[in-house]
């Protein structure tokens, strides 16, 4: 029988974490012994650890912006989720790819493979980094997440011993295994920040929350909706576990379905160009229809996008209250909640630029961006696709 988290995994996350931390060897002692799974593994320790991070980075990006030489820039909430819903996905999947590529070098410095020891290896050895990532929550300390360099010394300890290599190769297949470790991780953060120019943490309690608590510098935190974002990421962490066991990604919409979404004209704007696109692996995936409409010389791009279960994630900001107003001399940026839906709007009147940004069921995002005569145009494009028929897609 394989072993499980305690009851209060919280408690026992807590203290396993600062065990790792302080007394590396005697942990990884007790973890080699200890029966698990690859699932387990993944949700019980992965993916609460590494969501620490993206919501730090989440909070701490809307609150307090980022500053540097007296220039403040402070993200749309549609970028800031963004940012950690692909940070938090691709951690996971790093993590995942980090085990294979132990398991896979076991034989080659004499060790054994076991697919489970090696989960154990890439996942505990992560956790001084997952942790240091709670700097984030203030930008301008985000650089002490370098501690989290302690983590290539937690793999050094534990490598050898859970995957059974002989000392003499032991140097070696750490040394192999950390630098194929900082090529997933340097590619991992081009993937971000590609994905994020272009476009959980999980409940440990099965009881529910009510009222509303005040956070300084984020305001009322409706506990109710914390409590229901939290658990819905956790059944989204299930789905992302099972789908890097089978190599299948999470169910997506069809992109024939999303692009039933887009209007063959809206009022004046005539549609012009279609592209789609699906794909995903390791449990993450995600498809997206969007189609060019035309006013003139004026062109708004709409798009209906399905994150699946990366989209969990979205559910946070509405459980923070997230809302923020910012004018300036030619428009504005704003966030609220709007519907029970998170969404941001942007408009400078010198260009003419702008976009409307709405997330649908905490899974599919719909936006419209580009040029129009005035900021209303950019509301009307997004209204025109049918949000309630997105929202019963989404409980499916």
Not at 183 to 196: D, H, N, P, Q
Not at 244 to 254: D, F, K, Y
């Amino acid at each position: 029988m394989t072993s499980q988290f305690p009851q209060d995994r919280a408690t026992s996350l807590i203290e396993r974490a600062k065990r790792i931390i302080l007394q590396p060897r005697d942990e990884w002692a007790a973890i080699d012994a200890e029966p698990m799974t690859v699932k387990g593994i993944i949700t019980g320790w992965a993916v609460p650890l590494a969501a620490i991070g993206p919501i730090a980075g989440l909070i701490g990006s809307l609150t307090f912006g980022y500053s540097l030489f007296g220039i403040t820039y402070r993200p749309s909430i549609g970028g800031a989720v963004t940012t950690a819903i692909v940070s938090y996905a691709l951690a996971l999947l790093g993590v995942w790819v980090i085990s294979l590529i132990i398991d896979a070098l076991a034989p080659t410095f004499g060790g054994t493979k076991n697919p489970v020891a090696s989960m154990k290896v890439a996942a505990f050895s992560m956790t001084a980094g997952w942790l240091a990532g709670i700097f984030q929550i203030i930008p301008m300390m985000a650089f002490l997440g370098l501690v989290g360099i302690y983590s290539l010394y937690l793999l050094y300890l534990g490598l050898p011993r859970l995957m059974k290599a002989p000392e003499d190769k032991a140097l070696g297949y750490t040394v192999a295994t950390i630098v194929a470790a900082i090529v997933v991780m340097v590619v991992i953060s081009f993937a971000t920040t590609a994905l994020t120019s272009s476009l959980i943490r999980p409940a440990f309690n099965a009881g529910t929350m009510g009222g509303a608590v005040s956070v300084p510098g984020v305001g009322s935190v409706d506990l109710g909706k914390l409590d229901a974002a939290s658990k819905q990421m956790e059944a989204a962490a299930n789905k992302m576990a099972a789908g890097a066991q089978s190599g299948t990604p999470t169910a997506l919409t069809p992109t024939a379905t999303l692009q039933g979404f887009l209007p063959a004209t809206i009022g004046g704007w005539k549609r012009g160009d279609i592209e789609t696109a699906s794909g995903g692996a390791g449990g993450i995936g995600g498809s997206k229809a969007e189609a060019r409409y035309t006013l003139g010389n004026d062109t708004i791009t709409l798009s209906v996008a399905d994150v699946a279960a990366m989209g969990a994630l979205a559910g946070l900001g509405q459980a923070l209250n997230v809302q923020s107003n910012r004018e300036t001399k030619d428009g504005y940026e704003r966030t609220a909640t709007i519907d029970g839906r998170m969404t941001t709007e942007k408009w400078d009147g010198a260009s003419r630029n702008g976009e409307y940004n709405v997330i649908v069921g905490n899974r599919f995002a719909v936006s419209a961006e580009g040029s129009a005569p005035d900021a209303a145009a950019f509301k009307a494009i997004v209204s025109a696709v049918d949000l309630g028929k997105l929202d019963a897609l989404a409980k499916n």
